[in-house]
Structure formats: structure tokens, C-alpha cells
């Protein structure tokens, strides 16, 4: 087929293209500025939350939880991660977009530097997709530098590619060339489960190889593998996030509790918090896979030392993502 007329108006010259992208560009940095001179006021922040388009949240949703055997406490939507947050006094979330198609990381990564724009009113920061299988990685981590992303998420799981295979360590390398956040799935995937693609020892071996400065292993370092990450992974120069690793897990079939996933008990959690640092862990839910307000709750009621508590429910993320202006200074 041919395209016989061209539309005026419809398709833009690339000179509309060029200032389009400088004023999106102007958009989100201003919102990032002041989101970060109301960094005071930011007093709980939940690092590892996901949400999905509203025309396939429902069927994203329906699929994820009859996978994991597990129930969803919000829509997926970001509106209702919203009310989530306002229930719980989350005053700023990170949503983690997993990306199972190379072909969608460009067009997924420019509708959440959209969502971007406006962080310092929803309180609601994207980081970028990627996907290990994705050849042009490098123009697509360098795009998502430029679209103002301070990190990219990995989910190895979902990939079916380890997390120390050779083409995940180069992402891992470059976005880390890059100053970004490389934030990953680790442990057993509760809705893929097995074999597990980012182990303990996957992620020994990517910080000797490629020593990525801001690597962060979700669900305290490797879900249901905690043994391993108290004896392999504390002292290391990594973070952690709190997603879905404590509290009650609430099955939606009993065959699913037949693998003997468990989370952390209480006295479990507080001694690899304290063996990983109070300084290396970021307060997360992993909504809607867990409930923002009883995570907050439950970890508020933890005994932790006020400081502690400042520093796991917003101290650290804000050094992490650079919105404490004395942080970043030094
Ligand atoms: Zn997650």
C-alpha cells in the first residue's frame, strides 16, 4: 500500500518533533525540582510498587493473581494505587514496570516518562523497562536517560534469562555507566516458581563482575532464599527493598501453599534488616501484591529506633534516587 496524501498537521516536521521532546523534557524536570523542595515533607516512601494501563489492568491482574495463587489488594490502576497511598501515608511510590517484550520497552518507557510530568502532584515515579533480549539496549537505556528515568527494573523470571547471564550483565552495566538505579526481582517468583533466574548466587556474581554501584535486590534479597542472603549478601554494597517479604501471605487456593513459600517473621525480618544495614533498606509493598497501609503499620510497629525507621521508610530512598540535596552534594 501506498500512502498517496500526506496529512497536514498529522505528522509532524522533525524540527515540532525536536521541540515537543524539549517541552516534555522542561515538564518533568520542573515536577522533579519540586517534588524535591518539598523533600522534608516526603516522610514515608514505598520503593517497589507496580500498576498497569487501565485498559488491561483487570485482565493483567486476573492472570498474575490466578498464577500466584495470590489476591491483589488494589485495581492495578494507578488511581487506585493512589487512594492506597493516601490510606497509608505513602507519600511518594516507585512503580517498577516489567516488560516481557523486547519489541514494548521504547513505547512502555515514553508513556511512564509521561506519567513523570507530574510526580511532585501524584506522588507516583516510574522507573524504566528493559529487556535483556532487546539488541539496541543500549540506544533504549540511553533514551530512558534521557526521558529523565533515575532507574530501570529487571525481572529475571520473567525473561527466562538469568540475572548474571552475559546479556543482563551488560544492561546492568551500561544503565550503571549511566548513574542509574538497577532495581531487581530476586528470589523464587511466587507465580513462577521454579527455576529461579536472579539467585543469591547470581547476584554474587554480578557485584564481582560488574560492581553496579546502585544495585537493588528486592523482597530482602532473594524471596523465600533469605538464609542465603543473611550468609551471602550481608555487608555487601547492595540494597534491599521490603516488598511482599513479611505479614501474612493471603492464598487464594490451598494447593498454592503446597510449595511451603513462607514470609519472613518478625524476628527473622529485624535480624537481616540489621545484618543488611539500616542504611541499605528501602521501605516497599510490592502493591497491589500486598497492602501499602498494613505494611506501613506493621514495619512502623517493628522496634526500631525512630532514626532507623526515618532512614528504611524514606532516608535511604532519597539518598538512592537523589532527592536529599545534602545527599547528593557529598
Ligand atoms: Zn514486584
Known amino acids: 500500500m501506498q500512502l498517496k496524501h500526506k496529512i497536514p498537521g498529522i505528522i509532524p516536521t522533525p524540527e515540532e518533533m525536536e521541540r515537543r521532546l524539549q517541552e516534555a523534557k522542561d515538564r518533568r524536570d520542573a515536577s522533579w525540582s519540586r517534588l524535591c523542595e518539598k523533600e522534608k515533607e516526603l516522610k514515608v516512601i514505598d520503593f517497589h510498587v507496580h500498576t498497569f ?66 510526580v511532585d502532584e501524584t506522588g507516583v515515579l516510574s522507573f524504566a523497562g528493559i529487556h535483556p533480549a532487546a539488541e539496541n539496549y543500549r540506544v533504549l537505556l540511553k533514551q530512558a536517560k534521557e526521558l529523565g528515568f533515575r532507574g530501570i527494573k529487571l525481572h529475571p523470571d520473567y525473561y527466562g534469562i538469568s540475572f548474571d547471564d552475559p546479556r543482563t550483565m551488560r544492561i546492568i552495566d551500561c544503565a550503571s555507566e549511566l548513574d542509574m538505579i538497577v532495581i531487581t526481582h530476586a528470589g523464587t517468583d511466587i507465580g513462577l516458581y521454579p527455576p529461579v533466574c536472579c539467585t543469591v548466587d547470581s547476584i554474587v556474581r554480578v557485584m564481582d563482575t560488574v560492581a553496579p554501584p546502585k544495585l537493588v535486590a528486592a523482597h530482602m534479597g532473594g524471596w523465600n532464599n533469605w538464609d542465603e542472603v543473611l550468609t551471602k549478601l550481608a555487608g555487601r554494597p547492595l540494597w534491599v527493598d521490603t516488598a511482599f517479604s513479611i505479614g501474612e501471605i493471603e492464598w487464594l487456593s490451598p494447593e498454592a501453599e503446597k510449595y511451603g513459600f513462607h514470609q519472613l517473621a518478625d524476628e527473622d525480618f529485624i535480624r537481616l534488616v540489621r545484618a543488611m544495614g539500616t542504611d541499605r533498606v528501602l521501605f516497599a509493598s510490592d502493591s497491589p501484591w500486598a497492602e501499602q497501609k498494613d505494611y506501613v503499620n506493621r514495619i512502623s510497629a517493628l522496634p526500631f529506633t525512630e532514626e532507623e525507621k526515618e532512614q528504611i521508610f524514606a532516608g535511604n530512598a532519597k539518598r538512592l534516587l537523589g532527592i536529599d540535596p545534602k545527599q547528593e552534594k557529598s
Open 53 to 118: 494501563p487501565e485498559k488491561i489492568a483487570a485482565r493483567a491482574l486476573e492472570q498474575l493473581s490466578h498464577d500466584s495463587g495470590s489476591r491483589p489488594f488494589t485495581d492495578g490502576t494507578v488511581k487506585e494505587l493512589r487512594q492506597s497511598m493516601k490510606e497509608a501515608g505513602v507519600d511518594l511510590s516507585v512503580v517498577l514496570p516489567v516488560v516481557t517484550n523486547p519489541a514494548k520497552v521504547a513505547h512502555i518507557n515514553l508513556s511512564a516518562a509521561e506519567q513523570n510530568e507530574h
